[in-house]
């Protein structure tokens, strides 16, 4: 069985999570890809082996994520049985429940049905009695945010999830929901939206949102399905996400006015000793606003990379402004 590396806590840092006792590291893992039933299981064991050995103490799931649906949940469960089990207590797992799961009327949205069957569904793949964090994936508008925050608020006081939160939701919509779940008695822990250096639009409003409610927040895609790396600086790689038609990311999506401002990104990166995938990152948790990012990755070798980031997480001014003058 795994051993896991003793120094693993001395280079991680650790962010409070909002106004709760929780502190999230600041490079989480999400299972998003490359944990699903056509992907190498050696690689999965040894993709959050290495996270946890570099002190990545944070894995996040969904109910969806695969494929199939479940398959990752399924795999995850095995990596801790197998591996983890004598370190549970110092993990914080989540898992989400909001897009289609399973067929007919129930298997999707925000309903109290939904949510509270595909978290005991969850909890069954992985072999857990407990999630550290649930979240509501995706607003539903045709579910009264009342129904969605009283299941949320049961499944906590039920004991299947330590906390709650929510992804993908408007700064009016958590606004809204946070307010039903403090009067509850069970406030929402934090948010998870896309956020990146070409996606910023929880900076119009959110992130204020997210303060004013004592939320913490973990962004995903912050390399932007890997176009903030230098993976497309030369062309799209036969092996890339781009090359095999991924529903994420499209060959279109790769225009030449992105591989410009990418190229000029990596000079920036470069100058500050850094890859841009790092860069890309330690931009993301300038501010101290995020408390986590949250890493996807292929490969062992992409999580050490991007961990390496928190060497240099300080930007300097003119740093600031180059990035943004080659975004523009």
């Known amino acids: 069985m795994y051993i896991a590396n003793e120094k693993r806590y001395d280079t991680m840092k650790y962010n409070r999570c909002g106004k709760s006792g929780i502190k999230l590291s600041a490079f989480s893992l999400g299972l998003w890809h490359n944990f699903g039933s056509g992907d190498n299981y050696d690689n999965m064991v040894d993709m959050v082996t ?48 909001g897009y289609t799961m399973w067929a007919g009327p129930y298997g999707d949205h925000g309903s109290r049905k939904y949510l509270i069957a595909s978290l005991d569904q969850s909890l069954k793949r992985m072999g857990l009695e407990y999630v550290d964090i649930f979240y509501h994936h995706r607003p539903d508008p045709e579910t009264p945010f009342e129904e ?21 939701y408007s700064a009016e919509q958590t606004k809204t929901l946070s307010e039903i779940m403090k009067g509850l008695g069970t406030p929402l822990l934090i948010h998870q939206p896309r956020y990146n250096m070409f996606e910023r639009w929880i900076e119009d409003g959110l992130q204020d949102v997210l303060e004013e409610e004592g939320m913490g927040s973990i962004s995903f895609c912050p390399l932007a399905q890997g176009m903030l790396t230098n993976k497309y600086i030369h062309g799209i790689p036969k092996d890339s996400r781009a090359a095999k038609s991924s529903p994420f990311l499209t060959a279109d999506r790769i225009s030449e006015d992105v591989i410009a401002k990418v190229v000029k990104l990596n000079e920036i990166a470069e100058n500050r000793g850094q890859s841009l995938a ?24 992409q999580i050490t990379e991007n961990v390496g980031a928190l060497a240099k997480l300080d930007f300097t001014s003119d740093e600031l402004n180059a990035i943004e003058n080659a975004l523009k």
């Open 278 to 301: 790092q860069m890309a990152c330690a931009w993301n948790l300038r501010g101290g606003k995020l408390t986590s990012v949250l890493l996807g990755a292929s490969r062992p070798s």
């Open 148 to 168: 969605t925050a009283a299941a949320l608020d049961h499944i906590v006081r039920s004991g299947k999830a330590l906390y709650v939160g929510v992804s993908n």
């Open 50 to 97: 290495t996270a946890f050995d570099l002190g990545i103490t944070h894995f996040d799931l969904a109910n969806n994520y695969g494929p199939y649906p479940g398959s990752a949940e399924e795999n995850f469960g095995k990596i801790l049985n197998n591996e983890l089990s004598p370190y549970r207590d110092e993990l914080i797992i989540s898992t989400k429940a």
